[in-house]
């Protein structure tokens, strides 16, 4: 059983994400606000906590507490940011695995996980794109049982 | 055996699908009427209604003559389409519930609906569903009978009281059905029947709660006698559909059939079973009575449909026929449950209103002093729910856990105003989640949420239970850990609190391993 942690450039994709969404808002707010000084400023502001807030608490602490590993024939995931939260799916009850790259996953060599089974799914989130291949390949090609 | 043709009553619903067709005649005579044409004229023209009256009589027999069905031991065939054929097959070991329906509109035709269901399909609608003429329905049903039937083993059946059955009806009903249907009856008398029947009606109604308010708002009367008469209504339907209830229990099938207006007959794999829930409302929990239902794949799909197994019974003389008619399915005792403290967890969602509702109807009550009466009323009817709700959160504190005999979970938890004790195997949990809030950290507790495997998303809430206990009882400690037993607990480490699960105190035997090598279970 080998616990796995998200690797410090998923961390660094989600800031970037971040950092990229508030460049966005900001824009907007200062193309549609900019007559409104005191309306503008109060949005920034809290556009800038906003920011700070994901960047320096919310993914952080997302990245820190995600772990995931194989524990007596089921996946077993741990996540969360202020409720901390274990997934426990049996393996025999995976019916199938997506793997999602969108074009900013790419460059980090990341990947998703979308595991479906029966009546539940578990979303594996920036996963290296080697470990994400090999849980797909484990989960669905394993036997029942084994 | 040779395909066969569905029902001819079929052909109605055939019709039904192109009736859409009759725009035409209608768009010919509107049109004709605003050109300034006569009758003559329009009539002139009647061969082309009629056309198209013939063309949807021809479509809709054709589309019956195309659909065929074929019931083989290795599963059931069906052919449909005119120009585009569509071929289906549906294993036999591949069906899990299949269900005869003879609603009283049919029976004069013999006609009876034959339900399919599977894993696939959409979890909303029944996989495959047929009319077909009687016989040949049920020549369907006692094959498929017959090969889950084995000799060596003696059929079981099992037929509750009348009284129980009034006892299930009474569980299920619900007021707001009711209401529904009186609502949409008087909305729609007008309509039907004309403004002035409907006027009548509710004229009526108005007198006779001004006549027997006793003194109260007839406001607050009316309100009361619609809720009162929804729920009659909801009772009266529910016992109708459960009159009659009979099960039969044979090596791998369950046989279920109740109803006197509408018939009903469920054949259901036992080895599809997903869980099966005993539930108890308020009521009964005081009047000591359970009633049992059943998870599986097309069984309770559909609004009318039954997914009762044993319908109300005593909780001595429950577990007689719970093993007698189910022995897979054994209730294993509470092992994990919520501490002393953790009753606020279970009371704050039906305390907030409780307190909060008294609290705005004073208000409101200064604020408006003409309307005080109708206020404090509405605040005490209101009051009802709250009260019932905070009562039935207090049993569940008393009662909710989880237990654990062999591969079986026995989950007992509450939902809205029922308590569930769930029986679910190993093999059927999807995905289990145990979720600690910042709150719950410093205790080391969490709530669980068993995902049990099903064609819709079913959850399972259970409140505030340990987090090594719940790890250990699910199988998923991966690090051995261990509750503490003293007071005060110790306060949790930053490691701890980001990785509440892998670093828990310290290792321990959990107790029903114990009793398992002391061979107690």
């Known amino acids: 059983m080998k616990k796995t942690t998200l690797p410090r450039r998923a961390l660094t994709l989600w800031r970037l994400r971040a950092a990229i969404v508030a460049f966005l808002v900001s824009f907007l707010l200062t193309l549609l606000l900019s007559d409104l000084y005191l309306w503008y400023q109060l949005a920034m502001i809290l556009t800038g906590i906003a920011f700070l807030f994901f960047f320096c608490v919310y993914y952080p602490l997302k990245q820190v507490k995600f772990t995931y590993f194989l524990h007596n024939g089921q996946l077993i995931l741990d996540c969360g940011v202020f409720y901390n939260r274990r997934r426990v799916v049996p393996l025999d009850n995976i019916q199938y695995i997506t793997t999602l790259r969108t074009p900013d996953m790419l460059p980090f060599g990341l990947a998703s996980l979308m595991v479906h089974s029966v009546g539940a799914s578990l979303y594996l989130p920036c996963l290296p794109w080697a470990d994400a291949q090999n849980l797909q390949e484990y989960c669905v090609r394993r036997k029942k049982h084994e | ?521």
């Open chain 2, 1 to 521: 055996m040779t395909e066969r043709h569905t029902h001819p009553i079929t052909l109605l619903q055939m019709i039904w699908r192109f009736l859409f067709l009759l725009i035409f005649p209608a768009a010919r005579g509107f049109l004709t009427a605003l050109s300034g044409g006569n009758v003559t004229e329009w009539l002139g023209g009647a061969w082309k209604d009629i056309l198209i009256i013939v063309a949807i009589l021809f479509l809709a027999f054709l589309q019956w003559w195309c659909l065929r069905y074929r019931w083989e031991p290795v599963g059931l065939s069906i052919r449909k389409g005119v120009l585009f054929r569509q071929r289906m097959f549906i294993p036999a070991a591949k069906i899990i519930t299949m269900s005869l329906t003879r609603p009283f509109y049919l029976k004069p035709v013999g006609g009876v609906r034959l339900r399919v269901d599977t894993w696939a399909g959409a979890s909303n609608s029944t996989d495959i569903s047929l009319t077909l003429p009687r016989k040949a329905a049920e020549d369907i049903l006692s094959k498929r009978e017959s090969c889950l039937t084995h000799a060596d083993f003696a059929p079981r059946e099992y037929h509750p009281k009348g009284l129980y059955i009034a006892c299930l009806s009474a569980i299920l009903s619900s007021s707001f059905a009711g209401v529904l249907f009186f609502a949409t009856f008087i909305s729609q008398t007008g309509s039907l029947l004309g403004q002035e029947f409907a006027d009548r009606i509710t004229g009526t109604f108005e007198r006779l709660t001004r006549t027997i308010a006793w003194g109260l708002p007839p406001a607050t009367v009316a309100l009361a006698y619609l809720i009162i008469f929804g729920w009659l209504y909801s009772f009266l339907r529910n016992l109708i559909r459960h009159k009659n209830f009979v099960l039969h229990r044979r090596k791998s099938e369950f046989m279920i059939s109740s109803g006197i207006i509408t018939n009903r007959s469920y054949s259901i794999r036992l080895s599809e079973i997903n869980y099966i829930d005993i539930r108890q409302s308020l009521v009964t929990k005081l009047l000591g009575l359970y009633s049992v239902f059943i998870n599986a794949v097309g069984y309770g799909k559909e609004k009318d449909d039954i997914s009762a197994m044993i319908p109300a019974n005593p909780w001595d003389r429950l577990q007689r026929h719970l093993h007698f008619l189910l022995p897979e399915f054994a209730v294993s005792p509470r092992q994990v449950k919520s501490n002393g403290g953790a009753i606020f967890r279970f009371i704050l969602d039906p305390l907030i209103p409780t307190l909060t509702i008294p609290a705005a109807g004073a208000v409101l009550a200064t604020l408006f002093p003409s309307w005080a009466d109708f206020t404090y009323s509405i605040v005490w009817m209101a009051m009802i729910p709250c009260l019932w709700f905070l009562t039935v959160r207090f049993l569940d504190f008393f009662s909710s856990g989880v237990g654990r005999q062999g591969d079986m979970f026995t989950l007992r938890y509450s939902s809205g105003s029922q308590l569930h004790t769930v029986i679910l195997p190993l093999a059927r949990i999807s995905q289990v989640v145990l979720r600690q809030s910042p709150i719950q950290a410093f205790d080391r507790r969490c709530d669980v949420f068993v995902y049990s495997t099903s064609e819709k998303k079913t959850q399972h809430h259970l409140r505030n239970l340990d987090l090594a206990q719940v790890m250990e009882i699910f199988g998923c400690n991966e690090t051995n850990a261990l509750p503490f037993p003293g007071w005060p607990k110790p306060l949790i480490s930053l490691t701890e609190y980001l990785h509440p699960f892998s670093n828990y105190l310290r290792q321990w035997m959990p107790f029903w391993k114990k009793q398992n090598k002391n061979g107690t279970f």
